[in-house]
């Protein structure tokens, strides 16, 4: 089996989930190749893509409500998807790509690449399975639209939306959200502190603001140095925002307890080091810190997918959820020097699935397992294949 995963630069939570998915088929030995859904288009368009998308949300985070609730008219209405359209632009490279590359299935991390797919798939005689991964706890709209074998979800109420859409219900797996598997180590507090070089006796709030690096960060900054003691530490992530970044850590540039970081692939180890997190309710970075044990407080959503998130979290006793500044440093306040945990850790195993990466490779192997013995037994002088358990048995075949 050969594997191809395409997520879109349009939001880093997708990059996570298709980087989480390809480690665990690596180590499996399934080839596997992550891509941006974009670049067939053209590198442009990715970093495009990237750039306006980083944009919007520090600048006018409600548009993605307004889209949201766009895509929520389109899905009632019979009007052709102009999500779809722009997808299926590219859909002629993206079939080549597949087919030159011999790959067997393809997996999509991000919208983008499930219409595109589909439009791969209305075009041409296609013989590699397809799925759909969602990345929040919730379904967005547009997702009627795809045309799948199989889609991956967060949870239950996720595949009700989808069922409810028209989705087969036995194409829907509630797998729940693909982590990296540093999340899911068996590492403590201690361990994690020595690898950081943070002393044990400290009080840490780890500070993050997504991918892009939004938010009222510098604002929540301020505050939480103020009214935390000396003995507190607070480092702060930026994503990929520099200028974010250069502004922290000038204005703290003489405060020795105030550490801002940029993106880095040490997540893992600050959440497991942290006596507290602070993080926009996305749906990978919420997943990654419930996994590694640490309290969440959520800052305010970004209007759409991210207020399903923190609904669903604080719904379920795995966060506090807050809309303000002054709200969110009082809860950290709470759980640093009362010790009042907002997560509800018995049942974390419950809600939140740290094993999902492996769940999807486990159904993705299993279906391409069944695929293959179908067609082992069967010959044909000449077949493609449409949609999977569609046969089209072609005018040239010798012995249809």
């Avoid at 799925?131 to 199989?150: C, E, N, S």
């Avoid at 990296?180 to 502190?193: M, S, V, W």
């Avoid at 540039?253 to 105030?258: E, L, M, W």
């Avoid at 970004?302 to 809860?331: D, M, Q, R, Y």
Wanted: proline share 3%; net charge positive.
């Amino acid at each position: 089996m050969k594997v191809l995963i395409l997520s879109c630069g349009t939001g880093e939570g997708h990059n996570s989930a298709a980087r989480a998915l390809a480690e665990t088929f690596l180590r499996r030995g399934v080839a596997c190749e992550v891509r941006d859904t974009l670049s067939f288009k053209s590198d442009k368009a990715a970093l495009r893509a990237s750039k306006v998308y980083s944009t919007v949300i520090k600048k006018t985070p409600a548009l993605f409500g307004l889209a949201y609730l766009l895509g929520r008219l389109y899905d009632k209405s019979r009007l052709p998807s102009p999500i779809y359209r722009a997808n299926a632009a590219y859909a002629e490279a993206l079939y080549k790509y597949i087919v030159e590359n011999g790959f067997d299935c393809v997996i999509c991390a991000h919208l983008f690449a499930m219409e595109a797919v589909t439009a791969v798939r209305k075009k041409y005689a296609c013989s590699f399975a397809a799925y759909g991964v969602l990345t929040d706890y919730t379904a967005i709209p547009f997702y009627k639209d795809a045309r799948l074998d199989g889609w991956f979800v967060a949870n239950a109420a996720s595949a009700k939306k989808l069922i409810k859409e028209g989705v087969s219900p036995k194409t829907v797996y509630v797998s729940g959200i693909p982590v990296g598997e540093n999340f899911c180590l068996e590492i403590t507090k201690e361990q994690a502190r020595s690898a950081l070089n943070i002393p044990v006796d400290k009080k840490v709030i780890a500070v993050t603001s997504g991918g892009a690096g939004c938010g009222k960060i510098l604002k929540l900054c301020k505050k939480l140095y103020k009214k935390t003691e000396e003995g507190c530490q607070i480092n702060v992530f930026t994503g990929k925002n520099q200028k974010l970044k250069t502004r922290l850590e000038k204005t703290f540039s003489n405060c020795g307890r105030v550490r801002v970081y940029g993106f880095t692939s040490d997540m893992y180890l600050h959440f497991k080091a942290s006596d507290v997190v602070l993080t926009k309710p996305g749906g990978l970075s919420s997943t990654e810190a419930a996994v590694t044990g640490a309290p969440i407080i959520h800052l305010k959503p970004i209007p759409g997918c991210e207020t399903a998130n923190a609904k669903f979290f604080a719904k379920n006793g795995l966060s506090v959820k807050t809309v303000t500044v002054g709200g969110a440093v009082k809860a950290a306040l709470k759980v640093v020097y009362y010790g009042g945990l907002p997560t509800d850790m018995p049942r974390l195993s419950i809600k939140i699935n740290s094993n999902a990466a492996s769940a999807v490779a486990d159904i993705v192997a299993e279906s391409n397992a069944y695929e293959r013995f179908i067609m082992d037994n069967i010959y044909c002088g000449g077949i493609s294949c449409g949609q999977r358990d569609v046969l089209q048995f072609c005018a040239e075949s010798d012995n249809a």
